[in-house]
């Protein structure tokens, strides 16, 4: 089962916002999304809203995303991830750090404005 996925366009940055039930094919996907429209609509800032996917996300899956964001994610892209859920997605944002992916995952959309605010 694919996600559901709503873009936004706001003048700085793109709003993307998932919803659905987990599965690793639906969450690598996802991930290529973000980059198309990120190409398509030219914009390097992206907030991606991921707190209305249900269901377990493996620890083993996280590293896996991690890992395959670093590969279809510019490194001049930044993007703030919107959960609910830090803990899993912490180590999310850790694995792909370390890869030179420019993240942060946040707790909510001020502080995804926030962080995309900086330098």
Known sequence: MSLKVQVQEVNSHLLIRAEGQYSLAGLSG??????????????????????????????????????YCATVWKQSFRIALISPEMGIYRFFENVAKNRGVQIAVVSNQDAAMEWLALP
Do not use: N
């Not at 030219?42 to 590293?63: K, Y």
């Open 30 to 67: 996802l991930l290529d999304t973000v980059q198309a429209e990120s190409d398509e609509r030219s914009h390097q800032a992206v907030i991606l809203d991921v707190s209305r996917i249900a269901g377990t996300i493996p620890l083993l899956d996280m590293f896996v995303l991690g890992e």
